[in-house]
């Protein structure tokens, strides 16, 4: 039988941890010096790595501490280790094998990996408030009592949601308590939550209606837990919500984006807001809210939730994926108080997807204020880049009309007919990465919209930001392209 050894404090060692497997019989030394130069060898312990003492690695290997000396002599020797004074023994530099170069492969036909990153999704990755982040760690953690490091309630801090009960309310015009929201790892945890999925547990039931142009995710997730999705049309005041009364069979939830529709950009209208609401209160349905952008507005009044309308008919759903970053996976449900029980349950026992301390620093976040400056300072910054590219636009390519600018970190640029496709491709091989209106119509949407570039100007980083707009109004169609 093989003897496995993990160094850890308890035994009083100061190395790093490791996992050693000894082949049983013959010498113990023998046995520890094939297991290390293994170790070496398949990379598990890197060049600089320094090994454990050796009393340490002898008490938790139950060897003679000569048995380990001898072994780390006969791996110096054989140039696997180093030993110097003062620093212990390491491995050698030059002691692993060079790593595989992993090539990617690209088949003739395929574009270059875009040089300037334009596709929606995802807030400016070098502006996340790194300081303002780590401050506000060290307070929440500091101040957070010993039971916060225990299992945690799957509902989520009461910290964080006090926090966001306070922010909601002020900010996007939620009506709220703590006791009703429940924190989530956001948008789509959100979704497997109320449908079913990893990390879910099926609250509530299909057929759900969702805007005719939206994110593709969301629906494969709602494909994934055999929910039906419907269509709705769209136009300029957005999802034309009345033509739910038309739709034959029990929809029993409504998915929108009110405050700025995804992606084409607009809000929905204040007449549609409350047809979608009557809809909820006469047919018994439900409303899923997903405010996922809600803070960015440049030259408009804000648009306040729909679940300030009717908290009992709306399922609020934020996240910080667009405010800090998609890499925290931290967001927040708002429901109806009947549906509170139900989600917590779907959640599990304890708190499996949002961190904790993740959950603390965030609460400290908001009630700082940090979380405000940030975000206004993103707005402005957003702001800069939007009309950037709207002047970029307007001088270089003034045939194409730029949409949905008031608010959000995307634009949506109107092509001539017949043209987005091919302007997509072009612009994929001038190393402008970008997507098509297109690429977020539901299969089975009666209408197509125009055609249309998505313009992510929250992507780049600052310093690549007007090259990247130079390069994209390079590859637009020409005027006249398409309408001959
Ligand atoms: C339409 C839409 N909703 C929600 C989200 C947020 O998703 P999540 O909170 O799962 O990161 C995004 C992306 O950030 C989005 O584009």
Known sequence: ?????????????????????????????????????????????????????????????????????????????????????????????????????????????????????????????????????????????????????????????????????????????????????????????????????????????????????????????????????????LDEHGARVEELADVRGPVRAMLLTPAHQFPTGGPLHPARRAAAVDWARTRDGLILEDDYDGEFRYDREPVGAVQGLDPERVVYVGSVSKSLSPAVRLGWMVLPEHLVGAVVTAKGEREAWASVPDQLTLADLVDSGHYDRHVRRMRQRYRRRRDHLVAALAERAPHITVTGIAAGLHAVLRLPPGTEASAVKAAAWQGVGLEGLSDYRHPAAATHAPDGLVVGYATPPEHAYAAAVDALCRVLPPLGEGEL
């Open 1 to 233: 039988m093989a003897e496995s050894w993990v160094n850890s404090s308890e035994h009083g060692s100061v190395g790093s941890d490791l996992h050693l497997e000894l082949a049983a019989g013959g010498s113990r030394r023998a046995a520890l010096i094939r297991a290390l130069r293994a170790a070496v060898q398949d990379g598990r312990l890197a060049p600089g790595t320094r090994l454990p003492p050796y009393r340490s690695l002898a008490a938790d290997l139950g060897v003679a501490r000569n048995t380990v000396a001898d072994a780390y002599a006969e791996l110096v020797a054989e140039g696997w280790l180093t030993a110097r004074q003062g620093s212990g023994t390491r491995v050698a530099d030059r002691a692993a094998p060079p790593p595989r170069a992993r090539v990617p492969k690209r088949s003739p036909g395929t574009p270059a990996r875009p040089a300037y990153n334009l596709v929606q999704g995802q807030p400016d990755a070098g502006s996340f408030p790194r300081a303002a982040w780590l401050a506000a760690a060290r307070r929440a953690l500091t101040a957070a009592p010993n039971e916060a490091f225990g299992p945690g309630d799957p509902q989520g801090r009461v910290e964080l949601r006090r926090a966001l009960a306070g922010y909601l309310a002020r900010v996007r015009g939620v009506r709220t308590d703590p006791e009703r929201i429940v924190v989530c790892s956001g948008f789509a945890h959100a979704l497997r939550l109320l449908f079913g999925g990893p990390g879910g547990g099926a609250v509530l039931r299909g057929p759900v209606a969702v805007e005719a142009y939206g994110l593709g995710f969301h629906r494969s997730l709602l494909d994934a837990a055999k929910v039906r999705t419907v269509p709705l049309p």
